[in-house]
Each structure stands twice: as structure tokens, then as C-alpha cells.
């Protein structure tokens, strides 16, 4: 497993071949497009040439190369963790293979094991998750990361509020389990991070961002909150830095 390229998934011969998917006995055409996506995604050709579980991995490289966000010896949560692309990578990161970090993933899903990791089927917004979480990591986290989204509708107004609502929901779990310093990183929408969510961050955290990754698929709306710096409950009330 390495890097953070693109590598030359569906290329050959120096051409560019196109999968067509044909809609096919049940499939409806939006299955049909998500697959023909799908066939045609260099990172997912990566993904599955590196050992990566998903995709969504290189999304995760690219803000650790830029923001060195996971090191060796920390305690890492991964919030909807399934299939366990981003476990993955901070087991890898922090070295749980060399007996150091911590890394424990949570979903409402069974994950197939990685060397490491715990997993743990649970709705974080259950009022003993964060208890049970603190015990299962043998202290606060040092990294809360979540690539959650909510289930889509259709209905564009609705689906970001409910996205929006999620990451709400995230960070108020993440202020429970993080230690001093620690980091934020979540799935929001374009323009979606204003008002109380923005706010929240701004008072927890020395440092709050907005990045796009590369990875990030042509056309998204996703982009990512990126908070760093996390004050504790002795220091959420000083001055936040915005950058």
C-alpha cells in the first residue's frame, strides 16, 4: 500500500477505454450510472491495485501529506467507518503493527477485521457511545475523523441538512472524546458550513479549514471541515484563529 497518485487505472495502450454499462434486468439508471462511475474511477482501479478497501482512502492521504495530521502512538476513531478504507490508513499511520496508536472504528454496519483495528458496531449518538469509546481507546483520542453521509433523498435542500445535521452531530461527539490538540475531520457540502456548525468548530478549535481534495470526485459538492488544535474544556473559551 503507497501513495497518493492517480497511477493509470483504465489506460491502455496510451488510450483512455471507457466502460459502458448496459441497464440491465432490475437495474435502474441510477445504479447503472453509479457503476459505469465506478468502472471508470482511477481511484478505484488504485484502490484496488494498492489493497485499499475504498476509494475515499486518497481522499484521507492528501490531507495527512498536507496537514501531517496522523503520527506514530496516537488514538485515532473513525466514525462510519465502513468499509474501513480511513481505519485502515491511520492503522498504517499511527503503527499499530509495531504495538503503538490505537485506532477504533464505529458504524451501524459489520466490518470485515484489519490487523489492529476495532471495530465496533454502535450509533455514536447513543448517550453511553463516548464513555464506551474512551474505554475501548484507554483514554481520549488524539483524532476524530468521519466520511459519513447521510442517506440521499434527492431533494437537494433536504439532503444537505441532513448532512449538515450529521456533521453537527459529529463534532459534539468529537469535543467529548478528544484530547488537547487534537484534530476534527469530516464530509460536509460546498457552501454547507455556516452558522452553528462553523461556530462550533471556531470555539473548540485553534484552527478551522475547508479542503477539497483531489480525489473528491469531478462535479461533487463534498468538501471537508478540517479543524485542528482542539482546545479542551479548560481553554474553549479563548480567541479562535480562522484560516
Not at 470526485?217 to 471541515?225: F, N
Request: hydrophobic share 40%; aromatic share 6%.
Amino acid at each position: 500500500m503507497s501513495g497518493s497518485g492517480t497511477g493509470g487505472g483504465g489506460r491502455e495502450g496510451g488510450r483512455s477505454i471507457k466502460v459502458r454499462v448496459k441497464t440491465a434486468g432490475k437495474r435502474t439508471l441510477s445504479s447503472k450510472l453509479w457503476l459505469e462511475r465506478q468502472l471508470n474511477d482511477p481511484y478505484v482501479a488504485q484502490a484496488k491495485r494498492e489493497g485499499w478497501r475504498s476509494r475515499a482512502v486518497y481522499k484521507l492521504i492528501e490531507m495527512d501529506d498536507r496537514y501531517k495530521l496522523l503520527k506514530p502512538g496516537q488514538r485515532i476513531v473513525d466514525l462510519g467507518a465502513a468499509p474501513g478504507g480511513w481505519a485502515q490508513l491511520a492503522a498504517k499511520k499511527v503503527g499499530v503493527e509495531q504495538g503503538r496508536g490505537k485506532v477504533v472504528g464505529i458504524d451501524l454496519l459489520n466490518i470485515d477485521p484489519i490487523a489492529g483495528v476495532e471495530f465496533a458496531v454502535m450509533d455514536f449518538n447513543d448517550h453511553d457511545a463516548p464513555d464506551r469509546l474512551k474505554a475501548m481507546l484507554g483514554g481520549l483520542a488524539d483524532g476524530v475523523m468521519s466520511d459519513m453521509a447521510a442517506n440521499t433523498t434527492g431533494h437537494k435542500k433536504t439532503d444537505h441538512l441532513k448532512i449538515m445535521g450529521l456533521a453537527e452531530l459529529a463534532i459534539e461527539f468529537a469535543c467529548e472524546v478528544l484530547a488537547p490538540g487534537g484534530f476534527f475531520v469530516a464530509k460536509v457540502f460546498q457552501g454547507g458550513t455556516e452558522g452553528e456548525l462553523l461556530a462550533m468548530l471556531k470555539r473548540d478549535f485553534a484552527v478551522v479549514r475547508h479542503v477539497k481534495p483531489k480525489a473528491s470526485r469531478a462535479g461533487s459538492a463534498e468538501l471537508y471541515v478540517l479543524a485542528t488544535g482542539f482546545r479542551g474544556a479548560a481553554d474553549a473559551q479563548e480567541e479562535p484563529q480562522d484560516d
